[in-house]
Structure formats: C-alpha cells, structure tokens
C-alpha cells in the first residue's frame, strides 16, 4: 500500500519505503515515521493496514494524518492565538467589505443601496482570494504587478482589505501552510525549535503519499519541511510524466521539488493497472487489452433507474457471491450531492445497509428556519454583540424552543429526523456564538448595534452553510465522491453519473481571477481526468459505469471518459442489466398487481406477504383497473359520490351550480378541474415557496392602477395619437409622475427593487414599460379609441377602488345560466363596433386552440359581456370585432387574441394572417366572433354543470403545459396516472 511509481527523496531514505516502515513495527522501533496522506478515509485505511502487521496488533512507530491536520496540528504549536476563520464568517466578511465605502467604484453600489451583495458574488469572491493564497499569491506581488501596468485595483482592495479583517485575531488555512513553513525554515531558533519539539519527537522520517500534485503554498510548507536537521522525507508519486494528457499538470510541482534538493527514486510498479497510467488519454494507438470480465459499463433511463440497477446488482453479487462483504463495495461520484437523497430513498427499500457522509444546507433546516423567524418577529431595537447572545439564549430558553421546535419539526415533516435537526440547531447556535465573538473582536464590546444587523449577518452565515451527518449501516456499502477514494481500493467500485458535463465537469473561470492566475479549462480537465484515473486504480475484482440517459425531458450525453477508456480497452456493454429477478418487497408488490391487473389466476399464499397486504393489493389493483377501463368505481377517477357526502357538504355541492363565478375560476377548472377543486372547494392555501421582492402578481396590480389613474384622469382630451410632440412629452411625464407616486408607497428597497423601477420608468438608457406603452399608443391610428377602463361587474364590494364609474355593473351578467362577474381592463369604441383589451405581464399568451379546447374563456366572454353592458347602459347596438393583448414589458407589442376578419387594419392592427383571425382554414367550422362566443359560453355552462356534479378529475391536456408550477403537485396524483 506504501507503495507509487515515482519516489522522491530528500536525506537517508531505504527504499522500498515500505519494507522499512513494517521493519520498524516488528522490531519496535524507538524512532517514528509520520506518515501524511490525502484524506480521513486514506488515514484509517493505512492505519489498519499497519496494525494488522504489528506485533499482537499494537505499535507506536508510525503517526498519520491528513496534511491539513497536520499543519494545524503544527500551527498550535507554535503559539499563533489566531482563530481558523470558518467559510461562514468568511461569507460575512467579504459582504462587509463589498459595502465598505472605500470600494472602488464598480463595487460600491451594494453600500449605497444599504442592501447585502448576493451570495454568488460573495462566494466568487471567496473562492478568489483562496485560490490566490492557495497560489502563494501574496498582496505584495499583486501590488508589484499593479506598477508594473497590470489592471488590479480590484482585487487589490478586496484581498487587502479581507487581509485586514482578518487582523491579529483570524487566520484562515491556507495563511496557515504560510505560517507553518516559516516555523520550519526558523527551526535553528531556540524558541522555535522549543515550539516545534512536541511535533517531531524521535521522528526521522516524514513519508507524503497518495498526492499527484500540491499547491504552491502544499509545496512551500513540504520543501521547508524538507530542511528540517535530522528528517528525511519521502514524498510518493503515482505519475507516470511520459503520459502527457494524464499527468501533464503535474511536472511543476515534481520540477520544484527537483530544484529544492529532492532526488528521483525510480521503483517501477508494472502491475495490471500501469497500463491506464500509461496510456489513458493518450490518444496512442495500441493493441486493446480484454476488460469484459473486469469493467462493465450501462446507461440508466434516468437517475432513479440508475440507483436502482445499482441496487439490483449489488443483491445479484451477495446471492451469487456470499462470502463478498458490503463494505468492499464501493459506490461514488464526481457529483455526489445529486445522488445522496436517492441513495438514501432507494437503498432501505432493497434492504441494502449503507454508509454515507452528506452534506445537508442549514438554510433548508426546518428548526433553524423557525428560529429566525422567531428572531425577526421580536421587538428589538438594538443590542449589544454580549446583548444579542444573552437575548437569543434567553429567547431559546424561556420559551423551551429546542425541545419545543424539534418536536414540533418532527411532527410537520416526516423527511427530517431527531438527529438531523438536532445537529442543525447544534449548528446554528455555534454561528451564533461566532457572530457574537466576531462583533465583539471588531467593535468595543459595549457598542450597540441595529438588532436588525445581527439578522441579516446571521441569515448571510446560514445561506451556504453546510452541516454534515453520516448515515451509518453495520457493514454497509461505502459511498464517497470520488475526491475522498484516493488509497483506497474495494473488491467492487460502481463509478456513477458518467455524463458530460457533471463529469468530466464544465469548466467555469471566476470571474474575479485575475487571467494570470485563472485556471485553465486544459488544466480542469487534466484534474478530472486523474480522477477517473484513480477510480480505475480502486477495485480488485470488478468496475461498474454508469450514466443516466435522461433528466426529465433533458437528453444527456455518455461521458466522453467512457470513449476514452474504450480506446485502450475492450469492456463489457451489456444490452440490459435488468433481470426478472425480485430484488425487494416493492418489486415483489408490483409484480403481484401486475398478474392480477392482466387477469391471471394467482395463488396469494405461494408468497411472503400477509393477507392484509394481499387485500390491499387486490384493492389497488380494482382501483386501476376502473380507472383504465371499467369506470366502477368513480369516485377514485376525481368524482364526488353525494352518497358519502355529509348533507351540508351535500348543500353545498348542490348551490354550486347557483354561485357566482369568475372566468379565472373556470378557466382554471377548464384547465385541471383537480386544481379547481383543491383551490375552491377545499381552499387549500399554495404552499409558500421562495418570496419574490417584488411578486408578479403585485406588479400585474400595480401596473392596472396606474394606467386606470392615467387615461381617468386624461378623460376628455384628444386621443394620445392625435398628440403633437410636446404634447407628448407632458402626456409622458403625466403617467411618469402617477407612477412615480404608486411606486414609492410600496414597502420595498435594494438594488433589485432600483432596476425593476428603472425596467417601469425608463432612464437614459433604457425606455422602460410605461414609456413604451404610451409611444405605441400614440403610434396606434385605427377607428377604435379607447373609451372605458377597469368595468367592473357583479363585483359588490370587491376592487371598487379603482373601477369605471360610467359602465360598471353591480349586477353580475349572465352567460348561458351561469352568473358571472369579473373586470374588463380596457374597452375601445369606434362608430357602432368596439374592441375589449387586457394587460399582460407575463410570456404566456392564449392562443385560438385554448379558446378552442376551453382552457381560454376570457375574450370571448368578455366581448359578450360587453356587448350586454353597452346595452344596458343605453350606448346602442355595438358589435365586439375583437379582443387584444396589450403586453406591458420593454418591448411593448400589442397581439391579437381573436379578430374578426373583416375589421382587420380598422379596429387592430396584425402584421401577418394568423389563426387569430376569424374565420380561418384553420377553423372552417367558425365562421365569426358570434361563433367562437357560443363555444366558450357552452364550456361556461358545462363547467358549472360538471362542477355542481362533483367533477374533479385530474387534467386530460398536455401535463407540460399546466403540472410543471403547479403548487398542488404533492396531493395530486397525475404523475402516478401518466406511469
């Protein structure tokens, strides 16, 4: 295991290094060999290779540690009282800093606005200044470079003032490997020496192995190392440099070691897996080895029936293979956190044990949400950094939350456990105190400061922190990316997710590097090669590869990885890993259901299951089959059998066909009657998902107001497209200044509610919605001009702020033998026609075959209810020629939802013949607006019908078209019809 193919040496070092370690465990060697490795797992891997060789399994000759333990390790040492800075605070100290008034220009916008920097930026910025420490990029050099011509006063400011954020009291871990190599390099100093003895008592031999390739600042801190008196080091190389494509960025790093006084120790390691080394990606022309009894690779529908398969065959493999234990099974991934939850969903059902290390965001934590709720509902106005923790303790305590909110979380979502939550609070409540100890180091302990400060910060520490949990199965299957397997090696390795561009990866620059230190895509792509490299390395006696060939509708494409490995290698392509085989109880379920469904005669006791199961799979499958053919039992298919109503319930269905109704009611049954049902009859709440600043549908209101308070106001004059230009430009500022007022009354602020302003009013730069509008307006020369806005009817009591007094009705309007009521945005007379308008903010707009189809009510309905309002009003005999869409974004255009032919160029304008138009050859059976009206008024009467009925099935069109932001989908059962 102690083992690589390229050795570098510096002082006596035997060689082979192995041999030399296991002889100073046998003969209980005074002296000790520290032996640094990649990773936790490598650590207990060789730590258990060396025990199993000790005499009665106990020794004292050798320490491993992982090389950032072991620099922490050494940094303690030597009496640093700087705190390791964690990537949380690091978040905050970076949002602190973009807000800083000494930004440069370009980053002072977030201070101005008083609002935090997004978090992608901040986690940019991170990653930036990281790399360039990692880099052994000092300020000093970035500041030598700024005077030789190089344009960094940027990244000059941030790095300098993160640097001085930092100050005496944080170090983060890449400042450390600094750190400790100076230590190394004053070595011949009394006191560091003193320092340093704890660390290398009677140690001669420091041994680096599992690495291909370290980092400046890795470098720095090995070569100092290196000149330590009385230390050898050996540093292990799995590199074979003749192949270029594989290990071609690693000659820097294995140059540098060579001018620091390494010699190159050469131990040839010619075993079966030399060959990838050599000539993987290589593009070599050579003879292809024979892999099919070693290497499988196979393609999954879709990630669900990937981890399925891997299931399968990991069941397949214990039955053919007994003595195979789980825990010499390997699964992994480049993209693990995609797989986690489905490994942990579909592995219990097969009853495979597991064990899984994963990362969960705290943001998503149920209890930790709740608590910061409850922080921002107190009255608080301003603590101080001792204040806010006492409060928050206080808060926790007097009111029992951690015992109180766990229960409670436990009980409203039955995906979370105890013990995830529990270390989700654990978690939050260290933030806390690392806010508390963080204000209390950058300000006098007895400033007081906005309560509103310490949660922001505390919500900035909680939007990427992550909190970790391990599940644990005795014995179980290893799952581990692929970054955490190098040392390792299992019997059997599935490699999964092989699809181009999740692995290898795309490759994405920061965009705050400067060029010259910015990674590559070539130098990317080598360092995911030599992860697949290295799980070509990890199993003994078989290889999975796997690829999903869908993600929902999303077509994937094969991991050119597998390409390359069939250049050098024949392997096993199997048309279909599947097999009759039942591997788990569900598939045993299944099975039954699907003989019973298909009419065979089966025997109930000839399987495992009790008779209570066997009555509810009979049941299930009755079920479908009444909904594939039978119809007997309605009332599973979305029909309400009054019989099994309570007789209020039953009053209440049987009033439904007398209520009032709005077309967006009926559209919405038009389009998913379960929807209807779920929204009107059981008035169901929408689940609250993400909070838009500025929601839509507010915007939608928002922008109806305005216009209404303009052309009310303006009523009397001539129309806008009778204008002259400075008559314009006052018309302009007019509506400028109604909206001006809307716009500050609401209660947002920051940045992204300034543009979405800016994107309302226009500026130098842009039009902006309202501006464009009113240029098309005037533009707009037809017959038609518009005369009534906002005409409510049936509407007692409902948005009689802004209605149009002339031709509202209190009175609902009856279409068929339905009462409806409802608003009509805009309504434009000529001489004895008229045209009905409605404002759109969003991208979907109804075409004739949702009018067609009865998705779509809305013009024709109105048109006929327009028509009754002029005559009730006593306006005369106007004929509805057309229904418009005025689409208010940037760019302004109007598009005809239905047009009479006839009137095309006099009531609207239409650049091109479209179906729209009535009648069309489209449509031949509609032959005017009278027509399409009778269609939607029939769909009108036979959805109040339906609905008085008690039918409520699940949508029969396209499920793309109306499931996909549905906010029922959870209750609703479509996705199991569609399987």
């Given at each position: ?31 000790i ?22 005499p ?43 807000q ?72 983060d ?5 600094g ?56 540093i ?44 993987l ?26 981890i ?13 293979q ?18 986690a ?83 989700a ?10 806010l ?17 400060y ?25 799952i ?13 390795v ?29 130098k ?77 005669e ?34 599973y ?9 309570a ?25 998913c ?91 130098e ?15 707009r ?30 009175e ?23 045209v009905?308008?409605d ?25 006929a ?54 009648p ?47 906010s ?12």
């Amino acid at each position: 295991m102690i083992n690589a193919n390229t050795i570098l040496v510096k002082g006596e070092v035997p060689i082979p290094i192995e041999d030399e370690i296991l002889q100073r465990i046998r003969q209980r060697n005074v002296n000790i060999c520290q032996l640094i490795v990649p990773t936790q797992e490598a650590e207990q891997k060789l730590h258990q290779y060396l025990l199993n060789r000790a005499p009665n399994r106990t020794t004292a000759s050798y320490r491993i540690s992982t090389f950032e333990n072991f620099v922490r390790y050494v940094h303690q040492s030597i009496n640093d009282k700087r705190k390791l800075i964690s990537p949380e605070l690091q978040n905050l100290f970076f949002s602190q800093i973009l807000q800083k008034k000494t930004m440069p220009p370009s980053q002072s916008t977030w201070n101005r606005l008083g609002i935090m920097p997004p978090i992608g930026t901040i986690s940019h910025l991170s990653k930036a200044i990281a790399k360039l420490k990692g880099n052994a990029v000092s300020l000093e050099t970035l500041k030598a470079e700024e005077k030789a011509g190089s344009n960094l006063k940027n990244i000059i400011a941030i790095y300098e003032a993160y640097q001085n954020q930092l100050g005496e009291t944080y170090i983060d871990q890449q400042s450390i490997y600094g750190v400790v190599s100076d230590a190394f390099s004053q070595m011949n100093t009394e006191s560091v020496s003193k320092q340093l003895k704890p660390c290398f008592q009677d140690i001669d031999l420091v041994v680096i192995i599992g690495f291909e390739t370290f980092l400046p600042v890795h470098l720095e801190a090995l070569i100092s190392l290196s000149n330590l008196p009385r230390i050898s080091v050996a540093i292990l190389l799995d590199v074979f440099p003749e192949n270029e494509s594989l290990f071609g960025h690693v000659k820097k790093s294995y140059k540098q070691l060579l001018s620091a006084g390494f010699d190159q120790k050469t131990h040839p390691i010619l075993d079966n897996k030399a060959g990838f080394a050599l000539h993987l990606f290589s593009n070599r022309r050579i003879a292809k080895r024979n892999l099919t009894h070693q290497i499988t690779f196979t393609s999954a529908k879709n990630r669900i029936n990937e981890i399925e398969l891997i299931a399968k065959e990991i069941k397949r493999l214990k039955f053919a293979q007994p003595r195979l234990q789980l825990d010499q099974i390997c699964i992994t991934f480049y993209q693990l956190p995609i797989y986690a939850p489905l490994i942990r969903e579909i592995f219990p059902i097969y009853g495979i044990p597991f064990v899984l290390e994963f990362a969960l965001e705290l943001a998503s934590s149920p209890i930790v949400v709740k608590i910061i709720n409850l922080l921002e509902n107190q009255k608080v106005e301003s603590l101080t950094p001792e204040g806010f923790r006492a409060f928050f303790s206080t808060l926790i305590q007097e009111n029992n939350i951690d015992q109180n909110l766990i229960r409670q979380t436990l009980e409203q979502n039955q995906n979370v456990s105890l013990k995830q939550e529990t270390v989700a609070y654990q978690h939050l409540l260290r933030l806390v105190n690392e806010l508390t100890e963080f204000s209390l180091d950058a300000e006098s302990s007895d400033r007081w400061r906005p309560f509103s400060y310490y949660i922001s910060s505390l919500r900035l520490m909680i939007s990427k922190s992550l909190y970790t949990l391990k599940k644990t199965g005795k014995g179980g299957v290893q799952i581990l990316p692929i970054s955490r397997t190098k040392m390792l090696d299992f019997e059997v390795v599935f490699l999964g997710g092989l699809v181009d561009g999740e692995f290898p990866a795309t490759f994405r620059p920061n965009p705050f590097l400067p060029p010259q230190y910015a990674d590559t895509e070539d130098k990317h792509l080598r360092e995911t090669r030599l992860l697949f490299y290295q799980i070509l390395k990890t199993f003994r006696h078989h290889l999975y590869l796997t690829s999903p060939q869908y993600d929902g509708q999303l077509e994937h494409i094969q991991s050119s990885f597998i390409d390359e490995l069939q250049h050098i290698a024949e392997i096993n392509i199997p048309k279909d890993l599947e097999s009759n085989t039942i591997y788990s109880k569900e598939q045993l379920v299944k099975y039954i259901g699907q003989r019973i469904y298909n009419g065979h005669e089966i025997s109930i006791d000839s399987f495992p299951i009790s008779s209570d199961e066997a009555k509810q799979i009979i049941h299930h499958v009755n079920v479908e089959v009444s909904r594939s053919f039978s119809h007997a039992n309605l009332e599973y298919e979305g029909s309400i059998t009054p019989d099994l109503l309570a007789p209020e319930s039953q009053s209440e269905l049987a009033q439904s066909r007398n209520k009032l109704y709005s077309i967006t009611q009926l559209e919405m049954y038009g389009k998913c009657p379960f929807q209807y049902f779920v929204t009107n009859v059981l008035r169901l709440h929408q689940p609250e998902g993400e909070a838009e600043q500025f929601p839509s549908l507010e915007k939608g209101n928002l922008l109806h107001h305005i216009l209404y308070e303009y052309f009310d106001q303006r009523r009397g004059r001539h129309p806008i497209s009778n204008c002259d230009d400075q008559e314009f430009v006052t018309e302009l500022e007019d509506l400028r200044t109604i909206a001006k007022t809307h716009l500050n009354r609401l209660p947002y602020s920051g940045l992204f509610w300034e543009i979405e302003k800016e994107r309302i009013l226009g500026n130098e730069t842009r039009e902006g919605i309202l501006p464009r509008f009113l240029t098309q307006e005037r533009n707009r020369h037809l017959d038609v001009k518009p005369k009534f806005f906002e005409v409510a009817f049936g509407q007692i009591g409902r948005g009689r702020d802004f209605v149009d007094r002339e031709l509202e009705s209190q009175e609902s309007i009856q279409i068929g033998d339905v009462n409806i009521f409802g608003k009509i945005d805009r309504i434009e007379l000529g001489e004895d026609i008229f045209v009905i308008g409605d404002y759109k903010t969003g991208k979907q707009i109804p075409r004739i075959l949702d009018i067609v189809e009865g998705r779509s009510l809305q013009l024709p309905i109105y048109l006929a209810v327009t028509k009754v309002l002029l005559e009730k009003k006593g306006f005369g005999n106007y004929k509805g020629v057309a229904g418009i869409y005025y689409i208010l974004d940037e760019e302004g255009k109007t598009q005809l939802g239905c047009g009479n032919q006839e009137f095309r160029d006099i009531a609207f304008d239409l650049p091109r013949v479209t179906d729209q138009l009535i009648p069309n050859r489209q449509y031949k059976d509609i032959h005017n607006l009278d027509d399409l009206i009778g269609i939607s008024t029939n769909y009108v009467t036979s959805y109040a019908q339906k609905i008085t009925n008690g039918e409520f099935p699940t949508t029969h069109h396209e499920k793309k078209d109306f499931c996909q932001h549905c906010s029922f989908k959870r209750v609703c059962r479509i996705g199991a019809i569609e399987v």
